[in-house]
C-alpha cells in the first residue's frame, strides 16, 4: 500500500524558514516524480513544485520560485520541501504526492504551515 | 501557463441523481488530467487520472472522459458521501495547474 507521510509543519515567523519532509513507501520511490502541492485556508488547491524520479530535474510555482526548494533522498526513500523567506500567503496546508504520467496519483494527509508573528 | 476552468462551481443536486462536471483546458493537454474529492477538512483524494482511468478501490459509479481541452467527471447514482469539492488537474506540462474547483451540494 502506498504511503505518504508530510511532517515539519509548523508556526514561523515572516520571514523564517522551515523544512518539510514527506516519508514515501510502499511504492519504488526513485522511479516516481513527485510534488508539493497546497492549500490555503478555505482556498483552492495549488502546485508549488515538482521533481524527477532521479532529483536532477526541479520544477517551481512562480511564487516560491527563488524561495523554496524540492528535493529527494531515494536511499531514505524522503522528499523535501525546503521553505525561506517565508511569508503570510505561504500559510497553508502543503501536502506530497506521486506525480508520473500514466499511474495513479496518491496524495499524503497534508501538513500545516502557519507563517505569522 | 495553462488555465483549467471548472463548470459548473457550485451545483446542487438529490440524492440518487446523476450530475457531469466539466473541466475545460486554455490548450491541449492531450489525457493529462486527473479528478480529485475533497471533503472538509481532509485531503484530496484522487479519483481519475489520464483523463478516463479510475484510480484502485474507486466506485466505478465515477467516470471520466475527454481529451485535449475538454474533460468531464460523471457521478451517478449520488449518495451523500459524493458532495464534496471536486478538482480537476493537468499535467501534460510545467506549471501543474488546477481548476478552482466544483462543489457538490446536496439539494
Known amino acids: 500500500e502506498v504511503q505518504l507521510l508530510e511532517s515539519g509543519g509548523g508556526l514561523v515567523q515572516p520571514g523564517g524558514s522551515l523544512r518539510l519532509s514527506c516519508a514515501a513507501s510502499?511504492?519504488?520511490?526513485?522511479?516516481?516524480?513527485m510534488s508539493w502541492v497546497r492549500q490555503a485556508p478555505g482556498k483552492g488547491l495549488e502546485w508549488v513544485s515538482s521533481i524527477s524520479g532521479n532529483g536532477v530535474s526541479t520544477y517551481y510555482a512562480g511564487s516560491v520560485k527563488g524561495r523554496f526548494t524540492t528535493s529527494r533522498d531515494n536511499s531514505k526513500n524522503t522528499l523535501y520541501l525546503q521553505m525561506n523567506s517565508l511569508r503570510a500567503e505561504d500559510t497553508a496546508v502543503y501536502y506530497c504526492?506521486?506525480?508520473?504520467?500514466?499511474?495513479?496519483?496518491?496524495w499524503g494527509q497534508g501538513t500545516l504551515v502557519t507563517v505569522s508573528s | 501557463d495553462i488555465q483549467m476552468t471548472q463548470s459548473p462551481s457550485s451545483l446542487s443536486a438529490f440524492v440518487g441523481d446523476r450530475v457531469t462536471l466539466t473541466c475545460r483546458a486554455s490548450q491541449g493537454i492531450s489525457n493529462y488530467l486527473a479528478w480529485f474529492q475533497q471533503r472538509p477538512g481532509k485531503a484530496p483524494k484522487s479519483l481519475i487520472y489520464?483523463?478516463?482511468s479510475l484510480q484502485s478501490g474507486v466506485p466505478s459509479k465515477f467516470s471520466g472522459s475527454g481529451s485535449g481541452t475538454d474533460f468531464t467527471l460523471t457521478i451517478s447514482s449520488l449518495q451523500p458521501e459524493d458532495f464534496a469539492t471536486y478538482y480537476c488537474?493537468?499535467?501534460?506540462?510545467?506549471?501543474?495547474?488546477f481548476g478552482q474547483g466544483t462543489r457538490l451540494e446536496i439539494k
Open positions: 488537474q493537468q499535467y501534460n506540462s510545467y506549471p501543474i495547474t
Open positions: 489520464d483523463a478516463s
Open positions: 504526492a506521486t506525480q508520473t504520467r500514466s499511474a495513479p496519483p496518491n
Open positions: 510502499g511504492f519504488s520511490f526513485s522511479t516516481y516524480a
